[in-house]
């Protein structure tokens, strides 16, 4: 058995039977005694962990490693935008003193620039401009979502939830460095596309690419075509221009800001901010001339930054690591996700409270730290609203279970959705080894 990009979140399906391809090829490889080969430029700290261990479900795990690029692939040069600094020196524009020159330079040469805005599972947070901190669950290690209409932060792991006001506001402040430019962060596509019409000459082409602009039959192929067609052009897009685009006359690639994909509510952001970044990057200088790579961002120290910055992986998955193994989250953990979604707010709310008080009394949830001491019962976390509240006008609940490796939480899981029964008009689902946990 084959699998490529074995890190590929699509591998994991959403829906039921909420199966990960991976864990089932393996389960295949061990049953027939066959071998199965997962490839990838940036595998998942799953299988990297399973690799380390060198045996998991009585399975041997190898890694090979293959360090040289194929063909006579340069890489691209990596230089990060501080845009603490840009604000420090007094700078308000999207748009830092590197990424101004670099597309100017493009410009001049009559080259193609590829810029991504990555939106991606958009929740707002709050951000000091002047020390690039943002406020942070202390249960969860996961960033807070901020909420206007309450003027909250809230951890939609664990449903801690904080009164705070962003800039302008004069109470805001920076819990680091006390700065009072604590920003909502969010900048639509179309802002940025204004923008480049103002800075770049007319006859630049700007090709705009996201959900708006692709809705229409054929929307994306044509607008690749007219990039391709432009003698000069910058396509500016979200995510869905990091893979597959293969311009020779792209030479410049930039992100506008790294910190969404970064600052995501979810413990795989880094994970998934690294491989975004590592793809978006590889479109640059595919052909014979040099490639540049601007990455903008407020947190130039991060892991994820540094380890793309110096093509050296290793700088993030050690960072990643480490972290996971402090919060316990996979693969040290086996992660369940438990969704009840109901048009009644209250029924959710009191369906999945029922849910979560039976199995925290199952487990023992009264010792908080029970998990680090070595049990080996799993530790519920929440119930919270979903990053995601409301869906097709059904209000969203969940909590998580952090269950040991090798125990059959499901069992118990199942156990207790028995006890509780159904109600009408609530929907119930459970996610074992959940990825998507917005
Ligand atoms: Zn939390
Ligand atoms: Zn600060």
């Not at 179309?190 to 929307?219: F, N, W, Y």
């Not at 506008?256 to 491989?275: I, S, T």
Request: a neutral charge.
């Amino acid at each position: 058995i084959i699998i490529d990009e074995e890190h590929e979140t699509s591998y994991k399906q959403g829906s039921s039977p909420r199966y990960h391809v991976r864990e089932v090829a393996a389960e295949m490889a061990r049953r027939y005694r066959c071998p199965l080969v997962l490839g990838s430029a940036t595998p998942s700290a799953e299988s990297l962990d399973r690799c380390r261990r060198g045996t998991y479900n009585g399975v041997t795990w190898t890694r090979v490693e293959m360090p040289e690029r194929p063909g006579h692939a340069v890489l691209p040069t990596v230089r990060i935008a501080d845009l603490r600094r840009e604000f420090s020196h007094g700078s308000r524009s999207m748009f830092s003193k590197p990424l101004t020159e670099g597309l100017e330079r493009v410009v001049e040469r009559r080259e193609k620039a590829v810029l991504l805005h990555n939106r991606r599972g958009f929740a707002p947070f709050l951000m000091c401009r002047e020390c690039g901190c943002v406020p942070t669950c202390n249960h969860c290690s996961t960033a807070l979502t901020y909420h206007e209409r309450t003027h909250t932060l809230q951890c939609h792991t664990c449903g801690s939830s904080w009164r705070v006001q962003p800039y302008p506001a004069a109470t805001s402040r920076c819990p680091k460095c006390g700065s009072r430019y604590l920003a909502k962060m969010g900048l639509g596509t179309q802002q940025i596309e204004d923008a480049l019409h103002q800075m770049l000459p007319d006859d630049v082409a700007i090709i705009r690419m996201d959900a708006d602009s692709t809705r229409g039959k054929d929307a994306h192929k044509k607008l690749l075509e007219q990039f391709d067609a432009a003698d000069c052009a910058v396509l500016l897009g979200t995510q869905m221009i990091a893979k597959g685009l293969d311009f020779p006359e792209v030479t410049l690639v930039g992100v506008v800001n790294a910190d969404f994909a970064l600052k995501l509510p979810d413990f795989r952001a880094g994970e998934r901010a690294y491989d975004l970044l590592e793809q978006v990057a590889g479109r640059a200088g595919r052909g014979d001339r040099p490639g540049e790579v601007i990455i903008q961002t407020y947190l130039p120290e991060d892991p994820v930054i540094r380890a793309v910055a110096e093509h050296d992986r290793s700088i993030f998955t050690d960072y990643d690591l480490d972290q996971r193994r402090d919060a316990l989250y996979p693969p040290f953990v086996r992660l369940v996700n438990i969704l009840v979604w109901s048009a009644n707010r209250d029924d959710a709310q009191n369906y999945i409270g029922r849910i979560a008080k039976l199995l925290k009394r199952r487990w023992h949830a009264a010792a908080p730290d029970f998990l680090r001491a070595g049990s080996t019962v799993p530790q519920v976390l929440g119930p919270a609203s979903c990053v995601i509240e409301r869906a097709k006008d059904r209000y969203r609940f969940h909590l998580l279970v952090k269950s040991p490796v090798g125990y059959h939480v499901s069992d118990d899981i199942d156990a207790c959705l028995k006890e509780v029964g159904s109600v009408r008009g609530v929907s119930v689902s459970v996610d074992v080894d959940a990825y998507d946990l917005m």
